[in-house]
């Protein structure tokens, strides 16, 4: 099992930007494909962003590609997410995750995000 500890939320304005950080203990991180997740308000949680163990592959869904990177430090045990151009549809719990196998089964504790109009 992993520790995860999500940072970096807070209230931004439209086209504004944030850097979510999650910093993992327990494991050995460099093992897992770490994800991040966001759920908003009566919305299913949705799978935003991936990242392969090396860093190499990398994954983001439709509604956030060209505005979000993820990025991660094995040496900092530190997986990050560069939000740019936030919208008010960005508003949503944000969920840092990790996987070694197929399912994702250690999750942090979240941050809020929330983007005002």
């Known amino acids: 099992q992993v520790q995860l500890v999500e940072s970096g939320g807070g209230l931004v304005q439209a086209g504004g930007s944030l850097r979510l950080s999650c910093a993992a203990s327990?494991?050995?991180?460099?093992?897992?494909?770490m994800g991040w997740f966001r759920q908003a308000p009566g919305k299913e949680r949705e799978r935003v962003a991936a990242?392969?163990?090396?860093?190499?592959?990398?994954y983001y869904a439709d509604s956030v590609k060209g505005r979000f990177t993820i990025s991660r430090d094995n040496a900092k045990n530190t997986v990050f997410l560069q939000m740019n151009s936030l919208k008010p549809e960005d508003t949503a719990v944000y969920y840092c995750?990790?996987?070694?196998?197929?399912?994702?089964?250690?999750w942090g504790q979240g941050t809020q995000v929330t983007v005002s109009s």
């Open positions: 327990g494991r050995t991180f460099s093992n897992y494909t």
């Open positions: 990242i392969s163990r090396n860093g190499v592959i990398t």
């Open positions: 995750a990790a996987r070694v196998y197929i399912s994702y089964a250690d």
